[in-house]
């Protein structure tokens, strides 16, 4: 395994690009499966999650040609003779669930494990499988695989009972292909989910209502291919824009979507970090420590959950007192543990984290227990005085493209090393 040794105190300064969106490349990467012709996606991240989409999609029959240079992926799957995503794959990679939709629509079949990924909750995908069989899928349970099959499968009006980003992706995927139309409601509005939404368009589908609550697709025969630039990453772009203040420094994002992260952005101004934002740019400068405040996680356009581990970091330093809501997943305070070895004061009680702002934090060792908790504690340990180690740092990986060197170049003292486990 690989460790991070984080030498902390040292204001960030400089300028940094926001990569490709690690959750829109993926159910982009799965669309592919929808049509025989080759499909290109450009600004492609080099992430372990696409690694293992890619590694799925040979799987199951699909050409995969990955530029990881030029940041270019072409996939075409002319022929899917094993309709089967195997649990040595998929148990990495929650997103791995996103080829049922696309399988069972083109091969009338699929067999796929059910899904692993962080360590943040249950995350079940029931509301998936309750919407594929609305769309006339027959839904079996055999040793820890999902195993759907159809004769056609057939468009009808789908409520989702809790938004599910995942959920509406993949049933979009399925009812493109379906026969009629299909109405879901409740949908997430994610911009993943938009930009999804914009291909499936270009690839032939009637689509309409992408950032409601309500998608109307009509499905059609068959699909054509697609080229595609991926929208930049909100949640890197949010974490990059966090490391600038936590440490007190000053940097310019780049290539971001500000509409994107407007929910972060307000609570950064409220904290009272100076930002100037402009169309594809966040200029971010720390003159203080922040202000404490509340926050909130909640579906798009609200607070993101995915930012909430970065946020509470910013927040054991803050003056005041902040309370912390996590309303999306359960077990996803697993970082406040770690963040308390170094001298944060959070107390946590169910779905809420109280967090009283400390001066400073001291460096220490320390365990990465999912993708965005990992972010936390490189966030915090680049403020902390003193040396920290981050184990387990494959999480970060999974979502962060070149984090450690991003940051090396904005003047962090970052270092990635080999460690042996037992």
């Known amino acids: 395994m690989e460790a991070l040794i984080i030498q902390g105190g040292v204001p960030l300064h400089g300028k940094v690009r926001v990569g490709g969106a690690k959750n829109s490349v993926l159910p982009l990467m799965a669309a592919a499966l929808l049509t025989t012709e080759p499909c290109t996606l450009e600004n492609v991240p080099h992430l372990r999650d696409v690694n293992t989409m890619v590694k799925l999609l040979m799987a199951l029959g699909a050409r995969v040609e990955w530029d990881r240079e030029k940041g270019t992926i072409t996939i075409q799957a002319q022929e899917i003779p094993h309709p089967e995503a195997p649990y040595d794959l998929v148990k990495t ?37 309750k919407a594929m069989e609305k769309l006339g899928a027959r839904i079996d349970l055999e040793e820890g695989y999902v195993v759907a099959t159809c004769r056609q499968l057939l468009g009808t009006t789908i409520y989702f009972d809790k938004v599910t980003v995942t959920g509406t992706e993949n049933i979009m995927m399925a009812a493109a292909l379906a026969r009629g139309e299909t109405v879901l409601e409740n949908c997430a509005k994610e911009p993943e989910v938009q930009e999804l939404a914009r291909v499936l368009r270009n690839m032939g589908v009637r689509i309409e209502g992408e950032g409601t609550d309500t998608i109307c697709i009509q ?36 290539h971001v979507v500000p509409r994107h992260l407007e929910a972060v952005t307000r609570k950064l101004q409220e904290a009272e970090m100076d930002l ?100 936390s504690l490189v966030l915090a340990a680049l403020a902390a005085r003193g040396e920290s180690r981050v184990s387990r740092i494959y999480h970060l990986d999974r979502g962060y493209e070149r984090l450690d060197e991003k940051l090396r170049a904005l003047g962090a003292r970052i270092e990635r090393t080999k460690e042996e486990w037992p």
Do not use: W
């Open 276 to 375: 100037a934002i402009g169309p594809d740019t966040i200029h971010v400068k720390a003159p203080q420590r922040p202000r404490a405040v509340d926050i909130n996680t909640l579906p798009y356009p609200g607070f993101p959950t995915d930012v909430q581990a970065q946020f509470m970091a910013l927040m054991t330093l803050a003056r005041g007192t902040s309370v912390i809501t996590e309303n999306i997943f359960e077990n996803r305070f697993l970082h406040a543990a770690e963040l308390k070895r170094m001298g944060a004061d959070i107390k946590v009680n169910g779905n809420r984290a109280v967090v009283k702002g400390v001066e400073s934090l001291k460096g220490a060792p320390l365990m990465a227990t999912d993708l965005r908790a990992s972010a």
């Open 93 to 129: 990679m929650r997103a791995s669930v996103l080829v049922l939709g696309p399988l069972v629509a083109r091969c009338q079949r699929a067999k796929v494990s059910l899904p692993g990924g962080c360590a943040i909750g249950v995350r079940p995908i029931d509301l998936h499988l």
């Open 219 to 254: 499905g059609t025969p068959s699909l054509r291919g697609y080229h595609h630039t991926v929208m930049p990453d909100r949640i890197e772009a949010a974490t990059l824009v966090i490391a600038g203040a936590i440490t007190g420094g000053e940097i310019n994002v780049t």
